[in-house]
């Protein structure tokens, strides 16, 4: 692996390749599509959490004259109520239909259960209230811990506890039980002089990406089908359109538009089939497009959950063993983030005698979504409050505690695999020696509570399967064509790591995000996996074609491609004492035509991402608000290929997390229906909340990329949670427990109201 | 022979043994060859001959990403964990 000062690219920060059409708005998005004879699609939702339906009529709408089709799940295939295997993911295909267009039963407020399309929105959305449901209102649960109860009311009668292979006796709600257990817990309780035991919560949160989802579909004559949409990866809605629609998926085109936001939320499809089923039965185009209503009620919100943690430790702050149960909201459909989420509660520590229990329980929520390390913010919200109150009680510097504690190289996981060359300490490190956490805090200034708090937070990133086709046209300039959807500057750091092979400048290469037909296939831009995953993909390309320009270049010359040498962007070669060299660009001319390379890469080797967090704020005492301060992030993430991109996913992180922690949370009624389903009442952070956020860029180079790249878009969402927490709990002097920290639950736990 | 850390949630199956030596050059000779010691335990892992879609596998500290066709070696660490995804 080349040092820092070989790098020509990497570590530079170029304007990124979108930035002028987004900033001007020529960035197409997928609201911008439009055809002159398009027709409308609206979706009717369930006004009830839990209700089975009886009948649906739809003979009033009908006979609306702009109304051109309305559908129900009677017109969705049937599908098999089995698990299968969905791209880079695993689904029951029953579940996933059921889900689009509800069959026998509505399981939250919000769940489609007919469409219509017509020619324009507005009758689109008269016709909706024409269909007539007879429903028999059932009682809803909305409470993990009540949905566990034997009593509790069914969601699904079908359904079994599924625990590593075999059935549970677990309550119809339970789908999943999971557990990572290895050495001797009971000994290593015994061997603590202190532990700590406490109970936390956390609510049901959503993404809020600012575009909401959106899709247009088109039918033709020779049964293709295509559908312009905003995803976070266009082959994972191609595969789940196949399986929805039981067509071929070499029937169906995606073309993936830019995108507002995804975070996790955009994996998942909810109104692209129905787009899809409208336009086969009209063999029209159909339009549809969510109000924010509907996003907060009928798409995947980030599961809320309750948590249990007993941590023990001895007086040197050596923790001797931990434990901990997690319930998840896997919403009304199985698959929460509760595994990853039992995965990452301890992943920061050596941990000897240790046992994690997770649980997935369904109930009448929309069924919950990835977010950003989904479920690691919620489980570190649990441990790292814990580890706080440890260090609180045994004195001890928090940062101490995790030096002494922290995870290495050749130490074992959770769950048994061994870690690869890791960054943590080398966060903890940055952190203890930063100048925020040198300085003291005032604790009392002007009557109001100042606290600080310290977090670290795990996510163990991923790899998966990515295309790149490289391009090389007469002029020297690169055409590079990939499938992963650019949210966050991938376009960017994509285009950097073929441009280093290639001893190119970023703006030599034109990158170019295409659709399903295009390119080869390409796993969704999440779990941290696209600048490592098709940044690999793209060296390889772009190693293919420096191979066939020494091949063009020998050919020239005349001589051997081994004696061609490339350095810089320049070939090299001696004949007959004579010193040879051709530009990049000089070969590309002579190259006599495009000169194409393609490769599809799957690598393993991602490489874990660690981050510590310290957070300065002020508590006022007589409202119960918080306000941060300071915030200081500081994250390993291998080597930053464009570091401003890599920044900006960190503080992107943080601000999310403010919302989680003071903020965000959905409301619901005893009925089931959530109460503040838009952006006046569901209070996301904006710039008025935030701080100046500071972020330090850790290079603990990932020995599984050839640069070293590690994911980072995920962590830095992990620790803010437990860091503004215990920064509260350390300012009013009272543990907090419960998220969101609102102004009415800090005044609850002064004791002031 | 490769050394099969056994979940706790299976080991019922092995008597409370926690990990278990195991014959094998591939994940699909290892479960064979461990059903074989301890009944029961490729229907925990698998359908019918593909891994449980719930489940993934580390060889060491690496996600496997071949299945029942993953090579293993005499020293290998084998670990069957629940599977995750991220966002």
């Not at chain 1, 809605?237 to 070499?250: A, G, N, T, Y």
């Not at chain 1, 790292?384 to 609180?392: F, K, L, R, S, Y």
């Not at chain 1, 300490?425 to 300085?439: I, K």
């Given at each position: 692996m080349p040092e820092d000062k070989e790098f020509k690219v990497i570590g530079t920060r170029p304007i990124r390749h979108d930035g002028i059409d987004k900033v001007t708005g020529r960035a197409a998005y997928g609201a911008d599509i439009h055809f002159p004879d398009m027709l409308h699609g609206k979706v009717l939702r369930?006004?009830?959490?839990?209700?089975?339906?009886?009948?649906?009529?739809?003979?009033?709408?009908?006979s609306h004259p702009a109304v051109k089709c309305i559908i129900t799940s009677d017109d969705l295939p049937l599908v098999e109520d089995t698990i299968t295997e969905l791209g880079e993911t695993v689904i029951n295909l029953k579940y996933l239909s059921d889900n689009i267009l509800a069959s026998d039963k509505a399981l939250y407020k919000g769940h489609p259960v007919a469409a219509v399309a017509a020619t324009d929105p507005y009758a689109a959305e008269e016709a909706i209230n024409m269909i007539e449901v007879d429903y028999e209102i059932l009682e809803p649960v909305l409470d993990v811990r009540q949905a566990m109860e034997p009593d509790a009311p069914v969601l699904h009668e079908s359904l079994k506890t599924e625990s590593m292979g075999k059935g549970e006796d677990q309550s119809q709600n339970v789908a999943s039980h999971s557990q990572r257990k290895h050495g001797d817990l009971e000994a290593g309780f015994a061997a603590a002089d202190i532990i700590v035991e406490r109970d936390f919560s956390t609510a049901t949160i959503h993404q809020g990406y600012i575009e909401t989802h959106n899709a247009t579909a088109?039918?033709?004559?020779?049964?293709?089908?295509?559908?312009?949409?905003?995803?976070?990866?266009?082959?994972?809605?191609?595969?789940?359109?196949?399986?929805?629609?039981?067509?071929?998926?070499?029937?169906i085109k995606v073309v993936p538009m830019e995108i507002g936001g995804g975070f996790g939320g955009k994996v998942q499809v909810y109104i692209k089939p129905i787009a899809a089923l409208l336009a086969m039965k009209t063999r029209k185009p159909v339009?549809?497009?969510?109000?924010?209503?509907?996003?907060?009620?009928?798409?995947?919100?980030?599961?809320?959950?309750?948590?249990?943690?007993?941590?023990?430790?001895?007086?040197?702050?050596?923790?001797?063993?931990?434990?901990?149960?997690?319930?998840?909201?896997?919403?009304?459909?199985?698959?929460?983030?509760?595994?990853a989420g039992s995965l990452c509660i301890f992943a920061p520590y050596?941990?000897?005698?240790?046992?994690?229990?997770?649980?997935?329980?369904?109930l009448n929520k929309p069924k919950s979504s990835a977010y950003r390390a989904p479920g690691a913010p919620n489980?570190?919200?649990?441990?790292?409050?814990?580890?706080?109150?440890?260090?609180?009680?045994?004195?001890?510097?928090?940062?101490?505690?995790?030096?002494?504690?922290?995870?290495?190289?050749?130490?074992?996981?959770?769950?048994?695999?061994?870690?690869?060359?890791?960054?943590?300490?080398?966060?903890?490190?940055?952190?203890?020696?930063?100048?925020?956490?040198?300085?003291?805090?005032?604790?009392?200034?002007?009557?109001?509570?100042?606290?600080r708090g310290v977090a670290s937070g795990f996510w163990m990133n991923g790899g998966g399967r990515s295309s790149v086709t490289i391009n090389v046209n007469a002029d020297g300039r690169i055409n590079l064509i990939e499938g992963s959807t650019d949210i966050g500057g991938t376009r960017a750091s994509i285009a950097m790591q073929a441009a280093e092979v290639l001893g190119l400048s970023s703006e030599d290469i034109m990158p170019a995000v295409v659709d399903t037909d295009s390119v080869g296939y390409t796993g969704v831009t999440g779990g941290s996996r696209t600048t490592f995953a098709t940044g690999i993909a793209a060296i390889n390309a772009a190693e293919n074609i420096r191979a066939q320009m020494i091949g063009v270049v020998a050919n020239h010359w005349e001589l051997k491609p081994s004696d061609v040498k490339f350095k810089d962007g320049t070939f090299l070669a001696q004949k007959n004492g004579e010193e040879l060299q051709m530009t990049f660009k000089e070969v590309a001319a002579v190259a006599g035509g495009p000169l194409v390379g393609s490769v599809t890469a799957s690598p393993g080797g991602a490489g874990n991402g660690f981050a510590t967090h310290i957070v300065d704020l002020e508590v006022d005492s007589e409202t119960g608000k918080v306000d941060i301060l300071r915030y200081t992030a500081i994250q390993d993430v291998g080597r930053a290929i464009h570091p401003s991109y890599a920044e900006g996913q960190v503080e992107g992180g943080v601000a999310q997390g403010v919302g989680w922690a003071l903020s965000e949370g959905y409301l619901y009624n005893d009925e089931g229906h959530m109460t503040n389903a838009s952006f006046l009442d569901y209070r996301m952070p904006t710039s008025y909340d935030l701080p100046s956020i500071e972020t330090v860029l850790v290079e603990v180079p990932n020995p599984g990329h050839p640069y070293g790249v590690r994911g980072a878009g995920e962590v830095p969402l992990v620790p803010p949670l437990a860091a503004i927490a215990n920064a509260v709990s350390r300012a009013i002097g009272v543990r907090m427990t419960e998220l969101p920290m609102s102004p009415d639950r800090v005044l609850e736990a002064m004791g002031s109201i | 022979m490769a050394l099969v850390s056994v979940?706790?949630?299976?080991?019922?199956?092995?008597?409370?043994?926690?990990?278990?030596?195991?014959?094998g050059e591939t994940i699909r000779e290892i479960i064979l060859n461990f059903d074989k010691v301890f009944p029961g335990v490729k229907d925990r892992l698998c359908d019918g001959d593909r891994i449980k879609p719930f489940i993934a596998v580390y060889i060491g500290s690496e996600l496997s990403q071949a299945g029942m066709r993953e090579l293993v070696s005499p020293d290998s660490e084998i670990h069957f964990v629940p599977a995750i995804s991220g966002g």
């Open positions: 369930s006004p009830y959490a839990h209700a089975r339906i009886k009948s649906i009529d739809i003979s009033k709408a009908s088109q039918y033709n004559e020779d049964g293709e089908l295509t559908v312009w949409c905003s995803t976070q990866g266009a082959f994972g809605v191609r595969d789940q359109l196949s399986k929805i629609l039981k067509m071929p998926v070499s029937k339009k549809m497009t969510m109000t924010r209503t509907e996003v907060f009620e009928g798409t995947g919100p980030a599961p809320g959950s309750y948590i249990r943690v007993k941590l023990g430790a001895d007086k040197t702050g050596k923790i001797t063993a931990a434990e901990a149960h997690l319930i998840f909201e896997a919403g009304a459909y199985p698959g929460s983030a509760v595994g050596k941990i000897d005698n240790l046992q994690i229990d997770g649980y997935d329980v369904v489980a570190c919200f649990a441990s790292e409050c814990v580890i706080d109150e440890i260090c609180q009680k045994l004195d001890m510097d928090p940062i101490k505690f995790r030096l002494i504690n922290g995870a290495k190289e050749g130490d074992r996981r959770c769950d048994g695999p061994i870690y690869p060359k890791i960054g943590y300490l080398e966060t903890v490190e940055a952190a203890q020696q930063h100048g925020h956490y040198a300085e003291s805090i005032d604790k009392t200034p002007n009557g109001k509570l100042r606290g | 979940p706790s949630l299976m080991q019922d199956l092995t008597a409370g043994q926690d990990q278990v030596n195991i014959e």
